[in-house]
């Protein structure tokens, strides 16, 4: 069976750290661009970051470039998203999912369940 499962979040202090894990199973991830994406309460779901299966390049959202960095580890099937300057903005429910390229038009087929992520002092 096809999963992702996403883990790592939890409290976090603004200007802490944060690694969010994205763990593929059932198949290659390798094969697939991955997205990371997030959901505040009162706002509508936000593409943070995707990372390109064909050549490694990353993409970040305006309002986390320069803050989080993701990542790809195709040999442990995971992805990540090191946030290292988080700010109480950032406070969603952060989730990864899969698609065949990273573009804004493209549809993201496989999905986590998410993880909590909460900035604050």
């Known amino acids: 069976q096809v999963q992702l499962v996403e883990s790592g979040g939890g409290l976090v202090q603004p200007g802490g750290s944060l690694r969010l894990s994205c763990v593929a199973s059932?198949?290659?991830?390798?094969?697939?661009?991955i997205g990371w994406f997030r959901q505040a309460p009162g706002k509508e779901h936000e593409g943070v970051s995707c990372?390109?299966?064909?050549?490694?390049?990353?993409y970040y959202a305006d309002s986390v470039k320069g803050r989080f960095t993701g990542s790809r580890d195709n040999a442990k099937n995971t992805a990540y998203l090191q946030m290292h300057s988080p700010q109480p903005e950032d406070t969603a429910v952060y989730y990864c999912?899969?698609?065949?390229?990273?573009?804004?038009?493209?549809?993201?087929?496989?999905w986590g369940r998410g993880t909590q992520v909460t900035v604050s002092s």
């Open positions: 999912a899969t698609a065949p390229e990273c573009s804004r038009s493209v549809d993201f087929g496989s």
């Open positions: 059932g198949f290659t991830l390798d094969h697939y661009a």
């Open positions: 990372i390109s299966s064909s050549d490694g390049s990353t």
